[in-house]
């Protein structure tokens, strides 16, 4: 059944030591899995670094750096030049992951605001799309968005987490829509209305693993394997086979990510 599937995992993090531990073993199971590419997800420097030499060793593997929200505090004028440099790299392939996090808290708000605009800054220069983190943060996050216009070069809200409302308007600011594994659990309810309404050809699907394990496997720890869940819960909100949105899933992201 899965032999025909082609799955892209736009944002999972293998260069955590979770999955890191067992690379060859996740990257086994990725591959019968049906996925044929895998964006890994920097969150600080040396997470950023690390899905370098990942995307170096690995064809299937592209990198995407950035400082996340919560550690945006370790950022320093030296640390952003030094990033700046990476982010160049030919296999960088988008800046992230960037954005606010009000729910968690750990660097105070003007610090994600500055790091978060300077590094939606360094991306448009070098016209290279965004990754962007938003919990809990929608209406700063998308005044931001809009005052410097983040979409220029292309984005996408990554395990989007608010209304169809909100969704559109990421839509109109040239953003793609990422779905994560909380569209398969009982409680979600915003989730398979944007499903369900999103342009086809703008939505993207992920496993943030290790985090956001999809159903059947809640609970566990998360890896690329498990986007094929994902795909499945899509396909059957919008009435459609696996297949069909594992391929147009997939084409969005190899777009997304200009490869
Ligand atoms: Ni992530």
Known sequence: MLGRVKLFDTHCHINDQKLAADLPNVLDRAEKAGLCGMAVIGCDWRSSLFAVHLAEKYPQLVAV????PSDSHGLTEEIFADLAELAALPQVKAVGEIGLDYYWDETPRDVQRKWFV??????????????IHDREAHGDLYNIVREEKAGEFGGVMHCFSGSWELAKEALRQNFYISVAGPVTYKNS????????????????????SPYLTPEPYRGKTNEPANVFFVAEKIAQIRGMSVEEIAEITTANAKRFYGI
């Open 118 to 131: 300077e590094q939606i800054r360094l991306a448009k220069r070098l016209k290279k799309p965004i990754v």
């Open 65 to 68: 750096v950035g400082f996340h």
């Open 189 to 208: 309810r915003q989730l398979p209305e944007v499903v369900k309404n999103c342009p086809l050809d703008r939505l993207l699907i992920e496993t943030d």
